[in-house]
């Protein structure tokens, strides 16, 4: 092959880089392995982790362990899917594009939406791209969010905006938990571009969604929700609502924790924001023969056409975790998304009842829940949390950890944060119980 | 023939057929309304499909047949680094260690996990020659983003505050789409007739508001910009930085490190160079490499180690510029790459890029008498040819792309860089064996004999997909972006 390309050696072919750039020693890297040995290493870093699916977990703020049918993996382990690049070439691209439709149709569905992007990363920066989308269109610089959005989105949002400074301005919650609407229509002004309320909240709260819509558009602001997509078996679609922009987070529909990645951000968007929404778009067409087909559409807001006036710089996306979740959301089906809700939400008022029956924890989160809520302990959270890993237990989120991000005067310290899906049973929950009962009175005795 | 069934899985809906099943439930059947009051209940379901288990995997296994990835054949899709993905990466993301992990669960019980985001960031430094690496970034475009404000908060922090970021004509859109959203602007440099930074205009730029040049290279000619120490001198003297796309860095693995090339930040994609799949369109990983100077303002958390050789997160960081997405970074994918890594080692990274610009060289030299050579030169990993000489038979580069899937073989990216008139930009990687690249090249070499015998041929190709050619501008005229149903849909008889 060298004499074909006219090279005299392999170092010939590099002969265009400079020498005083070239590296001449080797990479301070370990050798190769062969594959038994590269198992064998991977499978000694992942045994030195407890993950939370080997534990009775109730860890939830984002990234939930609902069941992920096997043939979820099936399909998305198909590499014709899983080895293709983005769907440049339609004519050979039918299978994902055909998918990413029906993704697309999916998201709109749940959400009350008209127009479904094919993905983005996450919630985090699903919910910074929707604030450049408002500032886009209303010409305004401010973003009005609650506080009981989660503090890793609103964290990221403040990051990824930063070059085009939006102003966040944060409404705190009220008793129970749920936004302050009062402090949220004083907040929002004339400069609001968006008001961002998140369904159900951080701490599990449901939100008024249509007072929070009323307010923002009073102000002639875009309304934003961030929607956990399978509460919306049971909750009102966002779009319906009053909705402009809905984001969220779908790693729960079909895809494993990964510790967090990659998930999966969804964006959807009313029809006349449609020409303004960041990401790769699919539409139905026709072949030269008339025959039904599907192909990227409206690319002239991406960046690989647009450059510096594209809407965003997305480029890849989260396709392949998209199809995972249309995948999941067909295997729920219409019936499956309401009773998979109301199942967790049983469950979730169950464990709640019982841990608020326990001397010395209260209710933080008031009102009614989906599958997450928020009680406060006698004690600090993260203690609660360490002591009963021993026992096999994943007690909840410790809001501790997010200290400072929720306002004035936050001492959320003694905050947990309880999730409850559909693979806890009853047997569990009640030994959880009776661990955090028995922690407790340790607790107090020892005090 | 019969006709494929272009059914979409709501068509497929049939009333109260279902895959799904529940646990038990085991606590009291509490009615909804004591649960969620009707006023904040949804009206009407979402119409998902009614379906069975196997009508499911019936559907979705026909929709991968109608699609091509890396395991179905040649993909020389250039600037997209489309290599084999080896299986055993896909085995040790699915292993319950990693995949079965909560973000937020004691650090304590994810020492594996935080080990090889350790090792995987301080090997991604050794490759680029520089010192911290954050792998918070999704993707590429992720990266550069990332990258942009870490370097505004560089300049902020010495009291500065310049805007300009100077990128190539040839660079990616992605780039200055991401200084844009930086709040930067962009500021396009033209080639010099070798393809690299034109010098002289790179002078007539470069005053006190540069922030920073982005460079891919090798760039997306596919050939290496050889006054780079040059160019790093006259940004850095400007007080500018160097930004290192590394879109392209398949080529220069253990050959050359952006590092030493003087470049201050780089992005990998880790779907490209380090074999993760794309996944018909992500997800990837686009982990940034800074040097000392910028590791300050990297985003937070980053993974530390204590003496005692206990992993954690230090989210103590007062400079860091904040998060560029939640939680760690698209840790699946991380360790795919790390899994591609303890593979193939720092040798046999190396022996990467060696193959890849070979191969690049070698069906360079198989076609390069069909088509127009922009520039005279070696090239790296990919190159860049014109269809030009084609026009006179009425044939474009967008003829010949869609004639190769006739063929078998994915198209090459086309045109891409726009100031290549009809580009062709193929690169084939170092995953394809010679039979392989023997295989492309045959295919162009009689693509362009039909050209000039049956250009027709072309203009009607692909003529054995699932669809013909797709109307794209009515599809943009009149979007239909989801099912529509009828009215009645929502009724079961």
Same mark, same amino acid.
């Given at each position: 092959?060298?004499?074909?390309?006219?090279?005299?050696?392999?170092?010939?072919?590099?002969?265009?880089?400079?020498?005083?750039?070239?590296?001449?020693?080797?990479?301070?890297?370990?050798?190769?392995?062969?594959?038994?040995?590269?198992?064998?290493?991977?499978?000694?870093?992942?045994?030195?982790?407890?993950?939370?699916?080997?534990?009775?977990?109730?860890?939830?703020?984002?990234?939930?362990?609902?069941?992920?049918?096997?043939?979820?993996?099936?399909?998305?382990?198909?590499?014709?899917?899983?080895?293709?690049?983005?769907?440049?070439?339609?004519?050979?691209?039918?299978?994902?594009?055909?998918?990413?439709?029906?993704?697309?149709?999916?998201?709109?569905?749940?959400?009350?939406?008209?127009?479904?992007?094919?993905?983005?990363?996450?919630?985090?920066?699903?919910?910074?791209?929707?604030?450049?989308?408002?500032?886009?269109?209303?010409?305004?610089?401010?973003?009005?969010?609650?506080? !009981?959005?989660?503090?890793?989105?609103?964290?990221?949002?403040?990051?990824?905006?930063?070059?085009?400074?939006?102003?966040?301005?944060?409404?705190?919650?009220?008793?129970?938990?749920?936004?302050?609407?009062?402090?949220?229509?004083?907040?929002?002004?004339?400069?609001?571009?968006?008001?961002?309320?998140?369904?159900?909240?951080?701490?599990?709260?449901?939100?008024?969604?249509?007072?929070?819509?009323?307010?923002?558009?009073?102000?002639?602001?875009?309304?934003?929700?961030?929607?956990?997509?399978?509460?919306?078996?049971?909750?009102?679609?966002?779009? *319906?609502?009053?909705?402009?922009?809905?984001?969220?987070?779908?790693?729960?529909?079909?895809?494993?924790?990964?510790?967090?990645?990659?998930?999966?951000?969804?964006?959807?968007?009313?029809?006349?924001?449609? $020409?303004?929404?960041?990401? $790769?778009?699919?539409?139905?067409? *026709?072949?030269?023969?008339? $025959?039904?087909?599907?192909?990227?559409?409206?690319?002239?807001?991406?960046?690989?056409?647009?450059?510096?006036?594209?809407?965003?710089?997305?480029?890849?996306?989260?396709?392949?975790?998209?199809?995972?979740?249309?995948?999941?959301?067909?295997?729920?089906?219409?019936?499956?998304?309401?009773?998979?809700?109301?199942?967790?939400?049983?469950?979730?008022?169950?464990?709640?009842?019982?841990?608020?029956?326990?001397?010395?924890?209260?209710?933080?989160?008031?009102?009614?829940?989906?599958?997450?809520?928020?009680?406060?302990?006698?004690?600090?959270?993260?203690?609660?949390?360490?002591?009963?890993?021993?026992?096999?237990?994943?007690?909840?989120?410790?809001? !501790?950890?997010?200290?400072? $991000?929720? !306002?004035?005067?936050?001492?959320?310290?003694?905050?947990?944060?309880?999730?409850?899906?559909?693979?806890?049973?009853?047997?569990?929950?009640?030994?959880?119980?009776?661990?955090?009962?028995?922690?407790?009175?340790?607790?107090?005795?020892?005090? | 023939?019969?006709?494929?069934?272009?059914?979409?899985?709501?068509?497929?809906?049939?009333?109260?057929?279902?895959?799904?099943?529940?646990?038990?439930?085991?606590?009291?059947?509490?009615?909804?309304?004591?649960?969620?009051?009707?006023?904040?209940?949804?009206?009407?379901?979402?119409?998902?499909?009614?379906?069975?288990?196997?009508?499911?995997?019936?559907?979705?296994?026909?929709?991968?047949?109608?699609?091509?990835?890396?395991?179905?054949?040649?993909?020389?899709?250039?600037?997209?680094?489309?290599?084999?993905?080896?299986?055993?990466?896909?085995?040790?993301?699915?292993?319950?260690?990693?995949?079965?992990?909560?973000?937020?669960?004691?650090?304590?019980?994810?020492?594996?996990?935080?080990?090889?985001?350790?090792?995987?960031?301080?090997?991604?430094?050794?490759?680029?020659?520089?010192?911290?690496?954050?792998?918070?970034?999704?993707?590429?475009?992720?990266?550069?983003?990332?990258?942009?404000?870490?370097?505004?908060?560089?300049?902020?922090?010495?009291?500065?505050?310049?805007?300009?970021?100077?990128?190539?004509?040839?660079?990616?859109?992605?780039?200055?789409?991401?200084?844009?959203?930086?709040?930067?602007?962009?500021?396009?440099?033209?080639?010099?007739?070798?393809?690299?930074?034109?010098?002289?205009?790179?002078?007539?730029?470069?005053?006190?508001?540069?922030?920073?040049?982005?460079?891919?290279?090798?760039?997306?000619?596919?050939?290496?910009?050889?006054?780079?120490?040059?160019?790093?001198?006259?940004?850095?003297?400007?007080?500018?930085?160097?930004?290192?796309?590394?879109?392209?860095?398949?080529?220069?693995?253990?050959?050359?490190?952006?590092?030493?090339?003087?470049?201050?930040?780089?992005?990998?994609?880790?779907?490209?160079?380090?074999?993760?799949?794309?996944?018909?369109?992500?997800?990837?990983?686009?982990?940034?490499?800074?040097?000392?100077?910028?590791?300050?303002?990297?985003?937070?958390?980053?993974?530390?180690?204590?003496?005692?050789?206990?992993?954690?997160?230090?989210?103590?960081?007062?400079?860091?510029?904040?998060?560029?997405?939640?939680?760690?970074?698209?840790?699946?994918?991380?360790?795919?790459?790390?899994?591609?890594?303890?593979?193939?080692?720092?040798?046999?990274?190396?022996?990467?890029?060696?193959?890849?610009?070979?191969?690049?060289?070698?069906?360079?030299?198989?076609?390069?008498?069909?088509?127009?050579?922009?520039?005279?030169?070696?090239?790296?990993?990919?190159?860049?040819?014109?269809?030009?000489?084609?026009?006179?038979?009425?044939?474009?580069?967008?003829?010949?792309?869609?004639?190769?899937?006739?063929?078998?073989?994915?198209?090459?990216?086309?045109?891409?860089?726009?100031?290549?008139?009809?580009?062709?930009?193929?690169?084939?990687?170092?995953?394809?064996?010679?039979?392989?690249?023997?295989?492309?090249?045959?295919?162009?070499?009689?693509?362009?004999?039909?050209?000039?015998?049956?250009?027709?041929?072309?203009?009607?190709?692909?003529?054995?997909?699932?669809?013909?050619?797709?109307?794209?501008?009515?599809?943009?005229?009149?979007?239909?972006?989801?099912?529509?149903?009828?009215?009645?849909?929502?009724?079961?008889?």
């Amino acid at each position: 092959m060298l004499a074909a390309v006219g090279a005299a050696s392999v170092d010939d072919l590099f002969s265009e880089i400079p020498e005083a750039v070239r590296r001449r020693e080797p990479l301070a890297l370990p050798a190769g392995l062969a594959e038994p040995e590269v198992l064998a290493r991977l499978r000694r870093l992942a045994a030195a982790d407890t993950p939370a699916s080997a534990l009775v977990s109730f860890l939830g703020a984002g990234v939930y362990d609902h069941h992920v049918p096997s043939m979820v993996d099936a399909v998305v382990s198909r590499s014709e899917f899983a080895t293709a690049y983005t769907p440049y070439q339609p004519e050979r691209s039918q299978g994902v594009l055909q998918a990413t439709f029906e993704f697309q149709t999916a998201i709109c569905e749940l959400t009350g939406m008209a127009v479904s992007n094919a993905s983005m990363y996450d919630a985090g920066t699903a919910l910074a791209e929707a604030s450049l989308l408002a500032g886009g269109q209303t010409r305004r610089g401010g973003i009005v969010l609650s506080a !009981g959005v989660h503090p890793e989105y609103r964290q990221v949002l403040a990051t990824e905006t930063a070059g085009q400074g939006p102003r966040p301005e944060l409404v705190e919650l009220k008793q129970g938990a749920a936004t302050d609407l009062e402090a949220l229509a004083a907040a929002a002004g004339p400069d609001t571009a968006a008001v961002v309320v998140q369904q159900p909240n951080f701490f599990g709260a449901l939100e008024d969604l249509g007072a929070a819509a009323a307010i923002a558009h009073a102000a002639g602001a875009l309304f934003v929700v961030v929607a956990d997509p399978l509460s919306l078996g049971l909750l009102e679609a966002p779009g *319906v609502a009053g909705a402009d922009i809905v984001v969220g987070e779908a790693q729960l529909l079909g895809n494993a924790m990964s510790f967090g990645g990659p998930g999966l951000g969804y964006m959807a968007v009313t029809r006349k924001l449609m $020409r303004r929404i960041p990401g $790769r778009l699919v539409g139905e067409t *026709v072949d030269l023969e008339g $025959r039904r087909g599907f192909v990227l559409t409206l690319q002239t807001r991406e960046q690989h056409i647009r450059r510096e006036r594209a809407t965003s710089n997305i480029c890849s996306n989260h396709a392949l975790n998209a199809l995972a979740a249309v995948v999941y959301l067909s295997w729920l089906g219409k019936d499956g998304l309401p009773e998979l809700g109301l199942h967790c939400a049983r469950k979730a008022a169950y464990l709640r009842q019982r841990l608020l029956a326990l001397p010395g924890v209260a209710a933080f989160t008031e009102g009614p829940v989906f599958r997450e809520f928020a009680v406060r302990l006698p004690l600090p959270a993260i203690d609660l949390v360490e002591a009963l890993v021993p026992a096999g237990f994943l007690a909840g989120v410790d809001a !501790g950890r997010f200290a400072g $991000r929720f !306002g004035d005067g936050d001492a959320l310290d003694d905050i947990l944060l309880v999730a409850v899906t559909e693979q806890r049973t009853r047997a569990e929950m009640d030994d959880f119980v009776a661990a955090v009962r028995r922690h407790l009175a340790a607790e107090v005795t020892d005090g | 023939m019969v006709e494929l069934d272009r059914r979409t899985i709501f068509e497929k809906s049939c009333c109260g057929r279902r895959a799904f099943s529940l646990p038990a439930l085991g606590v009291p059947e509490a009615p909804l309304d004591d649960l969620v009051p009707a006023a904040l209940r949804r009206a009407a379901p979402a119409r998902l499909p009614e379906v069975s288990e196997v009508d499911l995997v019936r559907h979705f296994t026909g929709l991968s047949a109608l699609n091509f990835g890396v395991d179905t054949g040649s993909y020389p899709l250039g600037s997209c680094t489309m290599k084999y993905n080896p299986k055993v990466n896909e085995v040790a993301a699915r292993l319950e260690g990693f995949a079965g992990l909560h973000p937020y669960q004691p650090e304590a019980l994810a020492q594996g996990a935080l080990e090889l985001m350790f090792e995987l960031g301080q090997w991604l430094a050794e490759i680029a020659g520089l010192s911290r690496t954050t792998v918070q970034p999704a993707a590429g475009a992720h990266g550069e983003l990332t990258g942009l404000l870490v370097i505004r908060a560089y300049h902020e922090a010495r009291g500065r505050a310049p805007r300009k970021v100077i990128i190539p004509d040839t660079a990616h859109g992605t780039n200055p789409a991401s200084v844009v959203i930086a709040g930067c602007t962009p500021v396009a440099v033209p080639s010099d007739p070798r393809g690299g930074v034109d010098l002289e205009a790179l002078r007539g730029l470069l005053d006190d508001d540069v922030a920073a040049l982005m460079l891919t290279n090798p760039n997306t000619l596919g050939v290496f910009d050889e006054n780079i120490v040059e160019v790093a001198r006259l940004v850095h003297e400007a007080g500018g930085l160097l930004y290192y796309d590394g879109a392209n860095a398949n080529a220069v693995l253990g050959v050359s490190r952006p590092g030493d090339m003087g470049f201050d930040v780089v992005h990998f994609n880790l779907h490209k160079t380090f074999s993760t799949p794309h996944g018909g369109g992500g997800p990837g990983a686009g982990p940034i490499v800074v040097s000392e100077a910028l590791a300050p303002y990297l985003p937070a958390p980053l993974v530390e180690r204590t003496e005692d050789g206990r992993y954690f997160f230090d989210h103590d960081r007062p400079q860091s510029i904040g998060k560029v997405r939640t939680f760690y970074g698209n840790f699946g994918v991380l360790v795919r790459a790390y899994t591609y890594i303890v593979s193939l080692g720092g040798e046999g990274l190396r022996r990467v890029s060696e193959m890849a610009v070979l191969n690049a060289n070698y069906v360079l030299a198989g076609v390069r008498d069909l088509f127009e050579l922009p520039y005279e030169r070696r090239c790296m990993h990919e190159f860049v040819v014109s269809a030009t000489p084609l026009k006179e038979h009425g044939v474009r580069a967008l003829d010949v792309a869609k004639r190769l899937l006739d063929y078998g073989v994915h198209p090459p990216t086309t045109y891409f860089p726009q100031i290549v008139d009809e580009a062709l930009m193929i690169e084939p990687t170092e995953t394809e064996s010679r039979e392989d690249l023997d295989r492309v090249i045959a295919a162009l070499r009689a693509i362009v004999g039909e050209a000039a015998s049956d250009p027709q041929l072309l203009h009607d190709a692909p003529v054995s997909m699932p669809v013909r050619r797709l109307d794209e501008a009515e599809a943009a005229r009149h979007p239909v972006l989801r099912q529509r149903f009828p009215e009645d849909a929502e009724g079961c008889a």
